[in-house]
């Protein structure tokens, strides 16, 4: 039984970390009927950009005049590497989308496909192939929590907590606030949204701002759990979150958190029965079949006929 | 025997009733026409008819065969051919190819023939050649053999897809609004390629048009749609001034 | 400036291309002959620049004076010369050849170009046989995301399964192996067994095809793409569970049976039958499915009958162009077959140009050349490379040359044809 809980909180971490790249693949679906194929290296840009963050306000503030303590150290190191990825996102954008609105769609996911090759090639070639190690413990120590048999982690519960805050605060932003409407009626009738006074870049922009600073917290998150970073992590973790999303359902915002905690769910079940190593065909597998019966995947609406560009 | 027979059609897109116990019987030489305002369901009709909606219930029997549940390409090889309201041709091919390829399920090479090429298929692409050239100068398009469609007139699109759908060599055309976005001109030398093609090829055709004197004039009989339900049928003398037709179209009766 | 290429590409145009590759031909065999003097001579200490000194551009651009050198004294003159002296003659004896006659000069002449060129530099070898096996690759796959308009990534799927099919009947016939047992099949058999184990390896790869054509009667565009995708992650996660094919290790072993000749042959059956098929009405169907696929249903066109087609036949050759790579390399593993690989198909692909036989060939051949020059650069080429196919998507959506073919010298005497017109 303590094993199940252990694998079920496992599975939560996991899933925060699919979900939180997941709503940035389908924010952008829903708005853009485009799949950023360049999201998950945005992930693995997050991560890096958080570690040099880090290493720069250790430097600064972990000895010398104003000590500051690991946590807030942390709280910061967050905050301006979601900054900063969200910058990314909107470059990525403006470069390579914003020039692609009216090509064919095979183009636009082809140039998808590049910059993440270039993200990962510039990685490679700027800081070499050796892993680079967080500094997690600096941040906050790992400490080990004992709860009746089940060992959990300060920092497994951190993401769990941080992801869910993060997701309710999207949920709130696309509710409650103008420019989560302007998206909504964005994904509902793209051509619609300039004739009714909303400046569709913008909205387009901020998209993938919040996209890409929820994967920047997503990297930060998974570098604080799992501190050794390598250029390729984006591919790995990146395409599993992708898969999420498609299995969430189609522009359903909700639905890809969902999609994400469910392929968690999934991948700690299948290493369980089946050999680890087969987790990936395994997921893989499954979201074929579910893409093949269900295309719109779990609780995206099925294909209406609205005039979509 | 007649060619098609429809019996109780029914259709349903979710909640809602399109198509509402629809009948109809087409012989061979008929010009039948389906008319009513817009929404009424007879582009539903013809989706139906040829397969690309399945109906709820009902059945269609196209020469003595019911057709329900089957595959358009098989219908439409079983001789049922049609045009769209809105044009579909093959934009980025030429009018020939866009009339050749409505002969695909004709094709006898296969795919040996297709890759590999050899004397049986040239000769049955140079047949294929010839039927639609003759097809093509029946609807007097012949010059245009070898344009791209999308650089073409409104009006030879139209004439190619009409060609199109004679490729398929059908016993029953379905024209929807052949006549649609064209000059009063043009809709009269339409009415004559229809009339021609029904003497040449002796085929039934079933017309959905809104220019009533396009309908009036061609077709044998007539059926008047709305809300998914026959309100009346006829020969076009008692269309005409059939108040319940009036009123379906313009919300009043009409003394 | 329009006016002077123009003046250029007629004169080009005026020589008969027969001489051109006869010119080739005769270039090729001076190098053979006096290249490794000429280059010593004019300062490049190497010898002969393997690939038209094109990797020396970032490595010794120093030396890019005497390279140019080099290729105008034993390139660019013989062709030249030897081309406009014999373009009168050539031209008429051509002419009086029968079609089939004529095909076949061009080839032969085309593979003793090659065959020369190619023997003066293991290096050569290598780049021609990628040219070969990129070809077939671009053709195969322009099919799909040409032809049918469709978002297909999963080649390197199907290039892995054809790769490793093949490897392991070729392994198990003729090596003694660990796994597979000592060799079953006398090996004067092997050039013979050869291509029967590419086939069976492409047919593998059209079997394998069905778990992405099947889904693609209901799903298209982004959703298909995705597929086949996961298709191509599914493939690699399971060769890296199959320990008896070496897993994650790799596989290796496989006799090195792929020739210039045997690449040269794929390669042209390859663009013949794709050709053949595309240029035929069965397969404009294709087109009909992509540009309108309902009007083509109506149309009495087996639209499935299309994808699995189109589908089937792209995975039928991307293996056999797996297996050609597999018995060229010696070793494959699971890393050769992902994502990066069909991106460089697809950088192929649209290079070249979407809808084009010839686009596909031209496609294959930047690339590899782009490739070389960027070689020095080592890992930066993958820098280069994305922001080229970033230019092209964004002022060439469609590639260099999509939708437009290179116009082919008619070959020889035509047969009498009727025309159309003419009857009755």
């Not at chain 2, 090429?117 to 609807?139: H, I, T, V, W």
Request: charged share 15%; hydrophobic share 55%; proline share 4%.
């Amino acid at each position: 039984m303590t094993e199940v809980v252990q694998q079920l909180l496992n599975a939560l971490q996991w899933g925060s970390f699919y979900a939180l790249i997941a709503l940035g693949y389908s924010m952008v679906y829903s708005i853009l009927m485009l799949f950023n194929f360049a999201h998950g290296d945005i992930f693995m840009t997050g991560s890096y950009i958080g570690l040099f963050v880090t290493l720069g306000l250790l430097g600064i503030f972990a000895s010398g005049v104003v000590a500051l303590p690991g946590w807030v150290i942390f709280i910061i190191t967050l905050l301006l590497t979601m900054l900063l990825t969200s910058f990314l996102g909107i470059l990525l954008e403006l470069v390579a989308y914003r020039p692609l609105r009216d090509a064919p769609r095979a183009s636009a996911a082809i140039t998808g496909l590049m910059v993440g090759i270039f993200l990962e090639t510039g990685n490679l070639a700027l800081l070499g192939a050796s892993r680079k190690t967080f500094p997690a413990d600096k941040l906050i120590k790992q400490s080990i929590f004992d709860i009746g048999g089940v060992y959990v982690t300060n920092i497994k519960l951190l993401t769990i907590v941080l992801s869910l805050f993060l997701m309710l605060l999207l949920h709130l932003l696309v509710q409650k606030t103008k420019l989560g409407m302007a998206m909504r009626a964005m994904s509902v009738d793209y051509a619609i949204v300039p004739l009714m006074g909303i400046p569709m870049n913008t909205v387009i922009s901020l998209t993938f701002a919040i996209g890409s600073a929820l994967a920047g917290a997503a990297g930060v998150l998974f570098a604080m759990g799992y501190p050794v970073l390598e250029p390729y992590m984006g591919m790995l973790i990146g395409w599993k979150a992708f898969v999420a999303a498609i299995l969430g359902g189609r522009g359903s915002i909700m639905g890809a958190a969902l999609g994400g905690y469910l392929l968690g769910f999934i991948e700690i079940i299948v290493a369980a029965v089946f050999v680890s190593t087969l987790k990936d065909p395994i997921a893989y597998g499954i979201v074929l079949l579910i893409l093949t019966f269900r295309p719109h995947g779990i609780f995206g609406e099925a294909y209406s006929a609205h005039l979509r560009i | 025997m007649p060619l098609m027979q429809i019996n109780h059609l029914t259709h349903f897109f979710g909640g809602l009733r399109a198509v509402h116990d629809f009948n109809t019987t087409i012989e061979m030489g008929d010009l039948k026409g389906l008319i009513g305002p817009n929404g009424a369901g007879k582009t539903t009709i013809f989706n139906l008819v040829t397969g690309v909606y399945r109906p709820t219930e009902g059945e269609v029997i196209f020469e003595g065969k019911n057709i329900v549940g089957k595959r358009p390409n098989v219908i439409s090889d079983m001789g049922i051919a049609r045009t769209f309201q809105n044009l579909r041709l093959w934009t980025n091919m030429t009018v020939l190819d866009n009339v050749k390829i409505a002969a695909y399920s004709r094709i006898k090479y296969g795919l040996v023939g297709a890759f590999l090429g050899g004397n049986g298929r040239y000769e049955e692409e140079r047949m294929l050649d010839q039927e639609a050239e003759r097809l093509l100068k029946m609807l007097d398009i012949d010059k245009f053999r070898d344009f791209k469609v999308s650089n073409l007139p409104y009006g030879i699109q139209r004439r190619v897809e009409i060609a199109r759908a004679l490729m398929v060599r059908p016993k029953l055309l379905l024209l929807d609004e052949p006549a649609a976005g064209m000059s009063p001109a043009e809709m009269l030398e339409i009415m004559d390629v229809i009339r021609m093609i029904q003497d040449e090829l002796g085929l039934a055709i079933w017309l959905i048009e809104h220019r009533m004197k396009m309908v009036m004039e061609l077709c044998q009989s007539i059926q008047v749609l709305n809300f998914g339900e026959v309100i009346a049928e006829g020969p076009p003398d008692a269309i005409r001034n059939n108040p319940v037709v009036i009123k379906a179209y313009l919300g009043t009766v009409v003394s | 400036m329009k006016l002077k290429t123009d003046k250029l590409i007629n004169h080009i145009l005026s020589i008969h291309p027969m001489a051109w590759l006869i010119g080739a031909l005769v270039s090729a065999v001076v190098e053979w002959s006096v290249g490794t003097v000429i280059a010593y001579s004019i300062g490049l200490s190497d010898g002969i620049p393997p690939v038209f000194g094109l990797s020396l551009i970032f490595a010794k651009p120093l030396l890019i004076p005497s390279v140019i050198l080099y290729l105008v004294l034993v390139y660019l003159i013989p062709i030249y010369v030897v081309a406009r002296l014999l373009s009168g003659v050539v031209g008429k004896v051509m002419s009086r050849l029968p079609q089939l006659a004529s095909i076949a000069v061009y080839l032969i002449m085309l593979y003793a170009v090659l065959e020369v060129w190619g023997s003066l530099d293991d290096y050569r070898l290598m780049v021609l046989k990628l040219i070969g096996i990129g070809i077939i690759l671009t053709v195969s796959l322009n099919l799909v995301n040409g032809w049918m308009g469709e978002f297909s990534v999963a080649h390197a799927g199907f290039m892995a399964i054809g790769a490793y099919v093949s490897s392991i009947v070729m392994v198990w016939g003729f090596v003694n192996d660990d796994v597979f047992g000592p060799a079953v099949l006398p090996t004067s058999w092997a050039p013979v067994a050869f291509p029967i184990a590419l086939i069976i390896g492409g047919i593998a790869a059209a079997i394998g095809a069905l778990v992405v054509a099947i889904p693609s009667f209901r799903t298209r565009g982004d959703y298909l793409g995705i597929i086949t995708l996961a298709f191509v992650f599914i493939v690699q996660g399971v060769i890296n569970n199959l320990n008896f094919i070496g897993g994650a290790r790799g596989f290796m072993h496989m006799p090195p049976l792929s020739s210039l000749t045997w690449v040269f042959i794929w390669t042209l059956l390859a663009l013949f039958m794709i050709q053949r098929y595309v240029s035929s009405t069965y397969g404009k169907a294709t087109s009909a499915v992509r540009d309108n696929e309902s009007a083509a249903e109506v149309m009495t066109v087996d639209t499935r009958k299309v994808k699995i087609i189109a589908f089937l036949t792209n995975a039928f050759w991307a293996g056999i162009a797996g297996g050609l790579y597999a018995h060229m390399m010696g070793y494959i593993n699971p890393g050769n077959f992902g994502i990066v690989m069909s991106v460089e198909v697809l950088a192929m692909l649209y290079l070249g140009g979407l809808n084009s036989i010839t686009g596909s060939v031209v496609g294959a051949v930047f690339y590899r050349l782009i490739s070389e020059i960027l070689r020095p650069l080592g890992l930066y080429k993958w820098v280069v490379i994305p922001v080229l196919l970033i230019l092209i998507m964004i002022y060439r959506p469609f590639g260099l040359l999509g939708f437009q073919e290179i116009k082919l010298p008619t070959f020889g005497r035509k047969k009498e044809v009727p025309h159309a017109a003419d009857a009755d």
